[in-house]
């Protein structure tokens, strides 16, 4: 099984910045990517950023303000999110597209780590 902890979150003032971490951990075969997704009250989670072997993709709504970046050697992801917006507030879950020793590829979900932008 992979295991997913998440860090980073919490209050933070309209135009100001977080980083979320999220490390990745257990019998790990292999990640083939990573991402952060994000589910604001009443609404359906949807996709922020991921990163994989392949381009980098991200929400039109974050681009410019977010990085995501990975550190393979700790199997570890990151998100950078700066000029931040009200409309960002979200509780924001870490994912890994994963395969490990004891099951088969698929999709692993972190617990998830609230993010409030307010003044």
């Known amino acids: 099984q992979v295991q997913l902890v998440e860090s980073g979150g919490g209050l933070v003032q309209p135009g100001g910045s977080l980083r979320l971490d999220c490390a990745a951990s257990g019998s790990i075969f292999r990640i083939y990517a990573m991402g952060w997704y994000r589910q604001a009250p009443g609404k359906q989670r949807e996709l922020v950023a991921i990163?994989?072997?392949?381009?980098?993709n991200y929400a039109d709504s974050v681009k410019g303000r977010f990085t995501i970046s990975r550190d393979n050697a700790k199997n570890t992801v990151y998100l950078q999110m700066n000029s931040l917006k009200p409309e960002d507030t979200a509780v924001y879950y870490c994912n890994a597209d994963a395969e490990s020793y004891s099951d088969y590829r698929r999709d692993y979900w972190g617990q998830g780590t609230q993010v409030t932008v307010s003044s």
């Open positions: 990163t994989s072997d392949g381009p980098t």
